[in-house]
């Protein structure tokens, strides 16, 4: 386990250790808020909330500045849940019960645990820096007796992963806001200052799954692939890494077994993340198992050459099952794979006036068996509304070839980028003063908070900063140490330049 006092900005790693400890899973953050809250108390600083949980927290200026306007310092408290299929047993990240070590990344990005490695992470489960270290660094200013700045207000939003309905739902008067300079610290490349994300939204779609009582003389099998990479379905949707969904669904697809029936499909957990895991239950006649198993080596294989040096090997997981009372029909079953692998998941378009900025895109992040149904979920991005317009249509189609019904739900805007931003130009001379080189100033094809708060609060003028966050959203996450020390820098010299 790692020794926080050890680690500088000590503040910083204090409040962010205190943190991970903190149940905080989407929609289920009051002991987070309540963290927050007893914090305040201790030093004495106001606090509101709104009617969907966010908290707000105000801090007096300092150092000459307690008459300058405020300034918001935001962050998300909730974090993606999940866990390594090797993770011992006491590892829960939805119930804080994180294993955090020191260590470093190696060649594939993965985290390995080493006593003086640079990197704070968790190898079997989500760390939760994203964006548990942008919440402890803004507390961490506050609380600092030397720091300089105008009157803060501390903004932490709830469910920011699951849909950002925290942020959608935010209350300004509640919350007794009246900054117009809003610091996000979720940004998780500690050179880059980002001025505009992408918008999103939610599509389920619903296949009217047709049953029948499983014929006799059936031979049950349970198909599973697991342990790839997965990822953020915005900012890694580039990266070409496999989804298992789509390629458990191709792979049984290109087996070509006429007496495959499926019982049960499940893939994937949150509609953010590139789905790592899929499994099947499914029948067929006993003298096709071998044919099904080399045809499921000869998949893996073809499909290979597309995640090559981007994943990890696929390998399809083949054992027995119990015999279920029910299966889809053949007919039923060759439609649900059909719309799986016609559905898109990946870059749908890039930007053209920015051509590694991608615009639209579409992850298939979930499938299961509901009742009499099976539900597959998907979040679209796009830093446009046609965009997302566009693969949500594309996707409404596919549904009705399929005889599927779809709902979407949970939009949210982008936020457009904006080169005359007086806080832009702040942080940039800041940066450049402490480091002597530009910052990259960007919009990031991933969803922030930004473009919402900016449709809640008016002339609201954003930024986003942050340190090097590498594998958020899936076991393994980690954070860079000098990186949280670098960004903490900028917050502070950024804070005490806005006058």
């Known amino acids: 386990m790692v020794d926080w006092s050890q680690l500088e900005p000590a503040a910083v790693w204090r409040l962010f250790g205190e943190l991970v400890a903190v149940p905080r899973p989407s929609k289920q953050e009051e002991q987070a808020m309540a963290w927050v809250r007893q914090w305040a108390e201790r030093h004495g600083f106001a606090i509101t909330s709104d009617a969907a949980g966010n908290t707000a927290v105000k801090v007096p200026g300092k150092g000459g500045l307690e008459n300058a306007p405020p300034v918001i310092i935001q962050g998300h408290v909730d974090i993606v849940v999940a866990e390594s299929e090797d993770a011992p047993p006491d590892v829960d990240s939805a119930a804080g019960k994180i294993l955090v070590e020191r260590g470093e990344p190696d060649a594939q990005g993965h985290f390995r645990p080493a006593p003086e490695g640079g990197w704070i992470g968790a190898p079997y489960s989500t760390l939760g820096a994203d964006n548990g270290i942008g919440c402890a660094m803004g507390m961490a200013v506050a609380e600092d007796p030397q720091a300089v700045h105008a009157p803060l207000e501390l903004l932490f939003t709830v469910d920011e992963e699951q849909g950002m309905t925290g942020a959608l739902q935010l209350d300004p008067k509640a919350l007794e806001l009246t900054g117009t300079r809003l610091i996000n ?25 047709v049953w029948e009582t499983t014929p006799g003389g059936k031979l049950a099998l349970q198909v599973v692939l697991k342990d790839l990479r997965g990822g953020h379905s915005g900012v890694e949707i580039h990266s070409g890494r496999a989804n298992a969904i789509r390629c458990l669904t191709r792979a049984l697809l290109a087996a070509n ?44 294989d073809a499909m290979m050459p597309l995640f090559e040096g981007r994943d990890f090997p696929l390998r399809f997981h083949v054992t027995d099952a119990a015999t279920p009372a029910r299966v889809l029909t053949s007919d039923a079953t060759r439609r649900l794979l059909d719309l799986l692998v016609a559905l898109h998941h990946g870059v749908y378009a890039v930007t053209a006036e920015i051509p590694d900025l991608v615009e639209t895109s579409n992850n298939v992040a979930t499938v299961e068996v509901a009742g009499e149904e099976i539900v597959i979920g998907c979040n679209s991005r796009s830093s446009i509304d046609a965009g997302i317009d566009d693969v949500v249509d594309s996707l409404r189609a596919a549904a009705h070839l399929a005889g599927a019904t779809t709902a979407s739900s949970g939009r949210y805007p982008g936020w457009k980028p904006n080169l005359d931003s007086p806080l832009l130009q702040v942080t940039k001379a800041a940066y450049e003063e402490l480091f002597g080189e530009s910052p990259h100033v960007s919009a990031i094809h991933a969803g922030l908070e930004c473009g919402v708060l900016g449709d809640k609060l008016p002339n609201l003028d954003s930024i986003s900063f942050g340190p090097n966050i590498r594998g958020n959203h899936a076991p393994g996450e980690h954070v860079e140490i000098a990186s949280v020390q670098k960004s903490y820098r900028l917050l502070q010299a950024v804070l005490a330049r806005l006058t």
């Open 257 to 300: 077994i006429e007496s495959l029936q499926i019982a049960n499909l499940h893939g994937g957990e949150k509609r953010n993340a590139i789905p790592r895991r899929a499994e099947a239950v499914l029948v067929i006649d006993p003298a096709d198992r071998s044919k099904l198993e080399s045809a499921l080596d000869r998949a893996a």
């Open 185 to 209: 610290l979720d940004t998780e490349d500690d050179d880059e200052l980002t001025i505009g994300c992408a918008g999103g939204m939610d599509t389920e779609i619903r296949f009217p799954a």
